[in-house]
Nanobody
Framework: QVQLVESGGGLVQAGGSLRLSCVASGSNIRIERMGWYRQAPGRQRELVAAITSGGSTNYADSVKGRFTISRDNAKNTVYLQMNSLKPEDTAVYSC???????????????WGQGTQVTVSS
């Protein structure tokens, strides 16, 4: 019931910046939290950053101070500003939305298709 469309991935040199965007769409939903996860080859998917509808954020230790997550609730859009990128940030980044179907109380997860971020050394 929630579609997520991501954009903004690409190739960048170490020390550079990228901004990812994710737009959520759907009917009769309330999005509680949006976040970004990443998965590098041979590794498990990990949470990069998340933000609640109230604006509370949390980050993976590896990206604190370099990445910033923000959200435009009116547009159901979440952004991930990534600065000082490192080769170890190379991964497929996927957007996640945790939502409720109004007027229900159960939460569901939806995922975007993923966008590749490659950081060259």
């Amino acid at each position: 019931q929630v579609q997520l469309v991501e954009s903004g991935g690409g190739l960048v040199q170490a020390g550079g910046s990228l901004r990812l965007s994710c737009v959520a769409s759907g009917s009769n939903i309330r999005i509680e939290r949006m976040g970004w996860y990443r998965q590098a080859p041979g590794r498990q998917r990990e949470l990069v950053a998340a933000i609640t509808s109230g604006g509370s954020t949390n980050y993976a230790d590896s990206v604190k101070g370099r990445f910033t997550i923000s959200r435009d609730n009116a547009k159901n859009t979440v952004y991930l500003q990534m600065n000082s990128l490192k080769p170890e940030d190379t991964a497929v980044y996927s957007c996640n939305a945790r939502f409720k179907i109004i007027p229900g109380v159960y939460e569901y997860d939806s995922w975007g298709q993923g966008t590749q971020v490659t950081v060259s050394s």
